[in-house]
């Protein structure tokens, strides 16, 4: 099995500056896409930022030039540099990988998602 475990979030302050870390153990073969999401409150879950294996990143609209997504492959772990904040950033953020695994001479994929860690923006 695999646990994605996620750390990093908390109250700030509009125009402050947060990091969040999301790390997966157990049994990794390696990890393809790696991505952060986020919840508002009475609002359906979006995509916030996603990073191939390759390095290749993605961002919506609406955080582009304030968030940074970065992974460490070696620790399999995945970050959401997240500066510039505003209130409308608060939220429930989750993290989600497709995790391959090796099963005996085979591979398979599975997608994972973290519990999510509260970042809430308000002065």
């Known amino acids: 099995q695999v646990q994605l475990v996620e750390s990093g979030g908390g109250l700030v302050q509009p125009g402050g500056s947060l990091r969040l870390s999301c790390a997966a153990s157990?049994?990794?073969?390696?990890?393809?896409?790696m991505d952060w999401y986020r919840q508002a409150p009475g609002k359906q879950r979006e995509l916030v930022a996603s990073?191939?294996?390759?390095?290749?990143?993605e961002y919506a609209d609406s955080v582009k030039g304030r968030f940074t997504i970065s992974r460490d492959n070696a620790k399999n772990t995945v970050y959401l540099q997240m500066n510039s904040l505003k209130p409308e950033d608060t939220g429930v953020y989750f993290c989600?990988?497709?995790?391959?695994?090796?099963?005996?001479?085979?591979?398979?994929?599975?997608?994972?998602w973290g519990q999510g860690t509260q970042v809430t923006v308000s002065s």
């Open positions: 989600r990988m497709d995790v391959v695994m090796l099963h005996q001479t085979v591979t398979r994929q599975y997608q994972y």
């Open positions: 157990g049994s990794i073969f390696s990890i393809n896409a």
């Open positions: 990073i191939t294996s390759g390095g290749s990143t």
